[in-house]
Each structure stands twice: as structure tokens, then as C-alpha cells.
């Protein structure tokens, strides 16, 4: 009994070490990002050097920075638009009417985000030559919808299922069309799994880099696209660094809200 | 007639749940599908209300031919086992959806679901949602949606089933009272017996998709057309071949014309009823006698004795769905 009572706490200590030392590998290292974009020493020497905020004031002007971060938005937007439009037509589909092919249906839809990368980026970059699609904006936009998608169409499908058919039967037999039913039943029964599934999806989009490499022309890039560039630049390293301290910043936001959203959604039904 | 159907049939894939079902229901009673699971009720149910499409056959709702009419215009309530409670909305607005969507006036609205929760007792309840209600009260909540919109005909698919049995017992005899207040033509779906003789004026039996007999829960019980509408009714023994109600097996101390010879294998005692378990020409049976008696006739285990079977079923009576519903 105590044999089992001192393994257990032992076992307990070592998952507390192992634990500590995963977010110790995690979160050092984002840690001395956000420092450095405070570090006076343009080398990044260590210990910082001193305190400024010159590199944000450089950061803020730079307008390459800006409008990337403006083209990531947009694109960021436009992807996670055009998945939760696609996404959920295709879950609503797929789980209230049959037809030839539906159970390919999740397999296709599924299969680009396993795909790598580099594999969608070769296949849209040939397809919009030969369609004659100019790169730009509208590119990038349909390159990360094809892997944005599946995130909207899974949570969308898993609460169309759970929620079943008869909210929907039980409103059309009191008197509403389809329409009427989609606004007053369905949608917001559906609401916080599209809102999750629509924010996860502007998070995989934002930091997208391999696609967009292949769908983004020379003088549209997106914040990573930029960063990437910039990076080996020793004049620029400082304002990279402010740029990533940011953006480390600005994810926790919505991962957060995801995750709330899920979980209320996930508690006090039934 | 206030339901008619005729000849209707309904196959998913290869199951034909529906095989030539004919089925008449008269204005202003409380009707029960009763049979087993799988036997084929509840999706007549949801072709009466429009929620499956017949293969063949046609169905009338109040003298209008509704076979392709779409659910939203046959007129029908409809009360899902597990409740459809629409969890974004309080009670009231539940309850008010059927009127919202048809653009009533907001007074009266309020007045009509203030009358509904009166009726169905949730009246203090009106601004919970659905999450905060006991299975017995979202049922009580969706019986009132459905009538809301002043339905032609009231139909509910198991309503009970997901309750517990105290509720259940509860339940049963408010919606007997409901439907004496309210008088709406109602068609209930149950495999539970008890719960059909109990609640309603007619009883309509189906298995394996077909209409095995339709009858007053007497009717049912004292005349059943098959051996299979006795076994669902109610208990049954074997005698001499014969089925029979245990109760309707007398136990003799003496021989006499048509009794059979028997052995008391055992004898529980069940309150006032005694169950009695025999050996009748090798085979078991069982007889089920009041205390008084078992105790007058003296009834104990390895006891011979006589048994006279009456009321047995001999042969099929009418056939298969012809039995015209008593009205």
C-alpha cells in the first residue's frame, strides 16, 4: 500500500519534471523574442544590452511590415470566408441528404491538409498558369481555403450529427420553410462551431508560408512571406524580431477564443 | 374520418418498413400504434405527418388529400421522443415559434403561450431554457409548441420513452385528461402495452410493418384476432396446445368435463394474486388465481390437481386488418 502510495507520488514528480521541461523547450524560446525586441543591442547579445523601444518605433514605420500584415489579414479573412461557406454546405450535404459519393466527400475534403505543403503549392501554382489566373491576392485566398475547409466542414459535421434531424423536422412541422429554419433553428445551434472552426482557420491561414510561396506574386506578400525575407538581413533582424514578438501575441487571441468557444458549446446541453 | 390512410408502403433500402398499410381514424380520438420496435409504427407516424415520403398508398388529414403535401401544410403537431427542444430559446419563445414564423400579432402570441403553459403547467417556468427543464417538462414544453399552432392532428412518437417509468405513469394519465380538455384527434406511438390500454380509445396494432388488428384496448384484449395480438396484450400460458390467459385457468381439486390433470410445481404468492406454476400433460404452464382462492382451494407445491381452461383461442378470428375501428 505504501509501496503503491510512494510509486504513485515518485510517478507524479517525474510527469511534473517531464512537463516542466516540454514548456520549458516551448516557451523559452518565444520568451527571448519577445525580450530581444526590447534588447538595445542590435547583435541580439545576451544579456540584453539595455531596454529601448526603437525597434518597435522602426517596426511601426516599416511599411513593408504594414502591408503585409495588411495582406495577411485580407488573405486571412478571405480563406477562412470562403471555408466557412464551402464548409458548412458541404457538412450540411454530407449529413442531411444522400447521394452518390458521399462518403468520398470527407475523404476529399479531408485529404489537403494531410497533403504536404509543398505537394498543393506545385499543383495550384501549375493550375493557375494554365487557367491564366494572374497571382495576387485572390491566389493565396484560394490556396489556403483548400486546406481551410476541412476544419470548418469537421466541427460543422460533428454538431449537424449530434444535434440530429429533429430540431430541423420539428420546426418545419410548426410551419418554417427551409430558410426560416437554417436562421431561427439550425444557424444558431451551429454558431460556435463555425465561430471555432472559422477562427482556427484565420490562425492556419495567418502563419501559412509553403502555399503561399507558390500562390503569392513578387509584389504581394504575406506577414511570414516578409519575415522569412527579412530574416537574414542583419539591418532588418531587429524589426523581425518586434514583428514575431507581436504576432506571438496576437495568436494567443484567437486560440483562446477557440478554445472558449468550444468548450462553452461542449457544456450545458442536455 | 380525421386520418386516413390507405394502402400505404415504405421501404428503406431493403427493409420494408411499411407493407400495404391501411389505417382509419376517426375525428377526436386518442389512437395508439402499439408493437414492437422495428414493427413499423413510427414511421406511419411520420408519413402522416408529411416527414417521409410513401412509396405507394396515400394519406388524407380532415377530408384534404395530403399525400404530397409538405409538412408544413398538413395541419399536424408533432412530439418528438427526445423532445427537439430547440436549446437556444426560452420555453416561451419555444413554445411561440409556430405563431412567430406565421407573423401573428406580438399580444396575442404572448396571450395564446400564456394559456399553453398554463395548460401543460410550466407557467412559471416560461423564461428557463430548455437545459434547466426535467425530461417530463421539455416533453410538457413541446406538447405545447405543437399545440400552439392549433393542430388538426396531434401525433407523438414515443413520447414517454425517455423518461422514467414514475414520470412515464405521470404523464400517461395527464395526457388521458389533456386529451378529454382539448379534444384534438391524437395518434400515439408505444411498444408499450400497459401504456396503450391505459391512455387510449383505440389501439392499433402493427409488427413486421403490417397492421395486425385494430380495436378498443377490450376488444383487443378479450378478442384477439392472433396469437400474436394476445401474447403482446397481455400474459399468456400454453394448455393442451391452446393459448390462454393465466387468469382464465381454473384450478380444480376434482376432475370434470374438459379439465385436464395437473402438478403444482410451485406456488408465489404476489400479494393478492398468486401465480401458480404448473405441469400440465408434461409441459409447463402457469395460472394465476386470487389469494382467496389459492387459499380456500389450499394450493401448495407437488399438489395434483385439475386445471379447466376457459376462454381459450381456438382459431384466428378476422383476419389481418380488416376489423373495422370502432367509432
Same mark, same amino acid.
Given at each position: 500500500?505504501?509501496?503503491?502510495?510512494?510509486?504513485?507520488?515518485?510517478?507524479?514528480?517525474?510527469?511534473?519534471?517531464?512537463?516542466?521541461?516540454?514548456?520549458?523547450?516551448?516557451?523559452?524560446?518565444?520568451?527571448? /523574442?519577445?525580450?530581444?525586441?526590447?534588447?538595445?543591442?542590435?547583435?541580439?547579445?545576451?544579456?540584453?544590452?539595455?531596454?529601448?523601444?526603437?525597434?518597435?518605433?522602426?517596426?511601426?514605420?516599416? *511599411?513593408?511590415?504594414? &502591408?503585409?500584415?495588411?495582406?495577411?489579414?485580407?488573405?486571412?479573412?478571405?480563406? *477562412?470566408?470562403?471555408?466557412?461557406?464551402?464548409?458548412?454546405?458541404?457538412?450540411?450535404?454530407? &449529413?442531411?441528404?444522400?447521394?452518390?459519393?458521399?462518403?468520398?466527400?470527407?475523404?476529399?475534403?479531408?485529404?489537403?491538409?494531410?497533403?504536404?505543403?509543398?505537394?498543393?503549392?506545385?499543383?495550384?501554382?501549375?493550375?493557375?498558369?494554365?487557367?491564366?489566373?494572374?497571382?495576387?491576392?485572390?491566389?493565396? @485566398?484560394?490556396?489556403?481555403?483548400?486546406?481551410?475547409?476541412?476544419?470548418?466542414?469537421?466541427?460543422?459535421?460533428?454538431?449537424?450529427?449530434?444535434?440530429?434531424? &429533429?430540431?430541423?423536422?420539428?420546426?418545419?412541422?410548426?410551419?418554417?420553410?427551409?430558410? !426560416?429554419?437554417?436562421?431561427?433553428?439550425?444557424?444558431? !445551434?451551429?454558431? &460556435?462551431?463555425?465561430?471555432?472552426?472559422?477562427?482556427?482557420?484565420?490562425?492556419?491561414?495567418?502563419?501559412?508560408?509553403?502555399?503561399?510561396?507558390? *500562390?503569392?506574386?513578387?509584389? /504581394?506578400?504575406?506577414?511570414?512571406?516578409? @519575415?522569412?525575407?527579412?530574416?537574414?538581413?542583419?539591418? !532588418?533582424?531587429? /524589426?523581425?524580431?518586434?514583428?514575431?514578438?507581436?504576432?506571438? /501575441?496576437?495568436?494567443?487571441?484567437?486560440?483562446?477564443?477557440?478554445?472558449?468557444?468550444?468548450?462553452?458549446?461542449?457544456?450545458?446541453?442536455? | 374520418?380525421?386520418?386516413?390512410?390507405?394502402?400505404?408502403?415504405?421501404?428503406?433500402?431493403?427493409?420494408?418498413?411499411?407493407?400495404?398499410?391501411?389505417?382509419?381514424?376517426?375525428?377526436?380520438?386518442?389512437?395508439?400504434?402499439?408493437?414492437?420496435?422495428?414493427?413499423?409504427?413510427?414511421?406511419?407516424?411520420?408519413?402522416?405527418?408529411?416527414?417521409?415520403?410513401?412509396? %405507394?398508398?396515400?394519406?388524407?388529414?380532415?377530408?384534404?388529400?395530403?399525400?404530397?403535401?409538405?409538412?408544413?401544410?398538413?395541419?399536424?403537431?408533432?412530439?418528438?421522443?427526445?423532445?427537439?427542444? #430547440?436549446?437556444?430559446?426560452?420555453?416561451?419563445?419555444?413554445?411561440?415559434?409556430?405563431?412567430?414564423?406565421?407573423?401573428?400579432?406580438?399580444?396575442?402570441?404572448?396571450?395564446?403561450?400564456?394559456?399553453?403553459?398554463?395548460?401543460?403547467?410550466?407557467?412559471?417556468?416560461?423564461? +428557463?431554457?430548455?437545459?434547466?427543464?426535467?425530461?417530463?417538462?421539455?416533453?410538457?414544453?413541446?406538447?405545447?409548441?405543437?399545440?400552439?399552432?392549433?393542430?388538426?392532428?396531434?401525433?407523438?412518437?414515443?413520447? #414517454?420513452?425517455?423518461?422514467?417509468?414514475?414520470?412515464?405513469?405521470?404523464?400517461?394519465?395527464?395526457?388521458?385528461?389533456?386529451?378529454?380538455?382539448?379534444?384534438?384527434? %391524437?395518434? #400515439?406511438?408505444?411498444?408499450?402495452?400497459?401504456?396503450?390500454?391505459?391512455?387510449?380509445?383505440?389501439?392499433?396494432?402493427?409488427?413486421?410493418?403490417?397492421?395486425?388488428?385494430?380495436?378498443?384496448?377490450?376488444?383487443?384484449?378479450?378478442?384477439?384476432?392472433?396469437?400474436?395480438?394476445?401474447?403482446?396484450?397481455?400474459?399468456? %400460458?400454453?394448455?393442451?396446445?391452446?393459448?390462454? +390467459?393465466?387468469?382464465?385457468?381454473?384450478?380444480?381439486?376434482?376432475?370434470?368435463?374438459?379439465?385436464?390433470?395437473?402438478?403444482?410445481? +410451485?406456488?408465489?404468492?404476489?400479494?393478492?394474486?398468486?401465480?401458480?406454476?404448473?405441469?400440465?400433460?408434461?409441459?409447463?404452464?402457469?395460472?394465476?388465481?386470487?389469494?382467496?382462492?389459492?387459499?380456500?382451494?389450499?394450493?401448495?407445491?407437488?399438489?395434483?390437481?385439475?386445471?379447466?381452461?376457459?376462454?381459450?383461442?381456438?382459431?384466428?378470428?378476422?383476419?389481418?386488418?380488416?376489423?373495422?375501428?370502432?367509432?
Amino acid at each position: 500500500m505504501s509501496g503503491a502510495v510512494a510509486g504513485s507520488a515518485r510517478g507524479r514528480r517525474a510527469l511534473g519534471v517531464v512537463t516542466a521541461a516540454v514548456l520549458v523547450v516551448v516557451y523559452v524560446p518565444l520568451a527571448v /523574442v519577445v525580450i530581444n525586441s526590447f534588447n538595445r543591442s542590435r547583435t541580439f547579445g545576451w544579456p540584453p544590452a539595455g531596454f529601448t523601444l526603437s525597434w518597435w518605433a522602426r517596426a511601426w514605420h516599416s *511599411t513593408g511590415a504594414r &502591408s503585409a500584415l495588411a495582406t495577411s489579414v485580407e488573405a486571412g479573412l478571405g480563406a *477562412t470566408a470562403v471555408a466557412l461557406l464551402l464548409g458548412t454546405m458541404a457538412a450540411f450535404a454530407v &449529413s442531411r441528404y444522400r447521394f452518390f459519393g458521399r462518403e468520398t466527400v470527407s475523404f476529399l475534403v479531408l485529404l489537403p491538409i494531410a497533403l504536404p505543403g509543398i505537394v498543393t503549392g506545385i499543383a495550384l501554382n501549375n493550375a493557375f498558369r494554365v487557367l491564366g489566373l494572374p497571382f495576387g491576392l485572390l491566389t493565396i @485566398i484560394i490556396g489556403h481555403a483548400t486546406f481551410c475547409i476541412v476544419l470548418v466542414y469537421n466541427n460543422a459535421l460533428a454538431r449537424l450529427r449530434r444535434l440530429g434531424g &429533429s430540431l430541423e423536422e420539428a420546426s418545419m412541422d410548426l410551419g418554417a420553410g427551409v430558410l !426560416q429554419t437554417f436562421r431561427f433553428v439550425t444557424f444558431p !445551434q451551429l454558431r &460556435s462551431a463555425l465561430l471555432a472552426g472559422g477562427l482556427l482557420d484565420f490562425a492556419l491561414s495567418f502563419d501559412e508560408i509553403i502555399v503561399t510561396t507558390f *500562390t503569392a506574386a513578387p509584389g /504581394v506578400q504575406t506577414l511570414p512571406l516578409w @519575415i522569412f525575407g527579412n530574416l537574414f538581413r542583419p539591418n !532588418q533582424a531587429p /524589426v523581425v524580431n518586434v514583428v514575431a514578438a507581436a504576432l506571438i /501575441v496576437l495568436s494567443v487571441v484567437p486560440v483562446w477564443l477557440a478554445q472558449r468557444v468550444a468548450g462553452d458549446a461542449g457544456g450545458g446541453r442536455f | 374520418m380525421s386520418i386516413l390512410v390507405q394502402n400505404v408502403s415504405k421501404s428503406f433500402g431493403d427493409f420494408a418498413a411499411l407493407h400495404d398499410v391501411s389505417v382509419e381514424i376517426p375525428s377526436g380520438s386518442l389512437t395508439a400504434l402499439l408493437g414492437p420496435s422495428g414493427g413499423g409504427k413510427s414511421t406511419l407516424l411520420r408519413v402522416i405527418a408529411g416527414l417521409e415520403q410513401p412509396d %405507394t398508398g396515400r394519406v388524407e388529414i380532415e377530408g384534404v388529400e395530403a399525400t404530397a403535401l409538405p409538412p408544413q401544410r398538413r395541419g399536424v403537431g408533432f412530439v418528438f421522443q427526445h423532445y427537439a427542444a #430547440f436549446k437556444h430559446m426560452t420555453v416561451e419563445r419555444n413554445v411561440a415559434f409556430g405563431l412567430s414564423i406565421r407573423h401573428k400579432p406580438k399580444e396575442e402570441i404572448r396571450q395564446r403561450v400564456q394559456e399553453l403553459l398554463e395548460l401543460v403547467h410550466l407557467e412559471q417556468f416560461a423564461h +428557463r431554457y430548455p437545459s434547466q427543464l426535467s425530461g417530463g417538462q421539455r416533453q410538457r414544453m413541446a406538447l405545447a409548441r405543437a399545440l400552439a399552432v392549433e393542430p388538426k392532428v396531434l401525433l407523438l412518437d414515443e413520447p #414517454f420513452g425517455a423518461l422514467d417509468a414514475q414520470v412515464r405513469k405521470e404523464l400517461r394519465a395527464w395526457l388521458r385528461r389533456l386529451h378529454d380538455q382539448v379534444h384534438v384527434t %391524437t395518434v #400515439f406511438v408505444t411498444h408499450d402495452q400497459e401504456e396503450a390500454m391505459e391512455v387510449a380509445d383505440e389501439i392499433v396494432v402493427m409488427a413486421g410493418g403490417e397492421v395486425k388488428q385494430i380495436g378498443s384496448p377490450d376488444e383487443l384484449y378479450e378478442r384477439p384476432a392472433s396469437e400474436f395480438v394476445m401474447s403482446f396484450l397481455g400474459p399468456v %400460458t400454453k394448455i393442451g396446445g391452446e393459448l390462454v +390467459r393465466p387468469h382464465d385457468v381454473e384450478i380444480l381439486t376434482a376432475g370434470t368435463a374438459g379439465a385436464r390433470p395437473a402438478l403444482i410445481s +410451485r406456488v408465489t404468492r404476489l400479494g393478492f394474486e398468486v401465480r401458480v406454476d404448473l405441469e400440465v400433460e408434461g409441459e409447463p404452464a402457469w395460472a394465476q388465481v386470487t389469494r382467496g382462492t389459492a387459499d380456500h382451494l389450499g394450493l401448495k407445491s407437488g399438489d395434483r390437481v385439475w386445471v379447466l381452461p376457459h376462454k381459450v383461442r381456438t382459431s384466428v378470428a378476422a383476419s389481418v386488418g380488416e376489423t373495422p375501428p370502432a367509432s
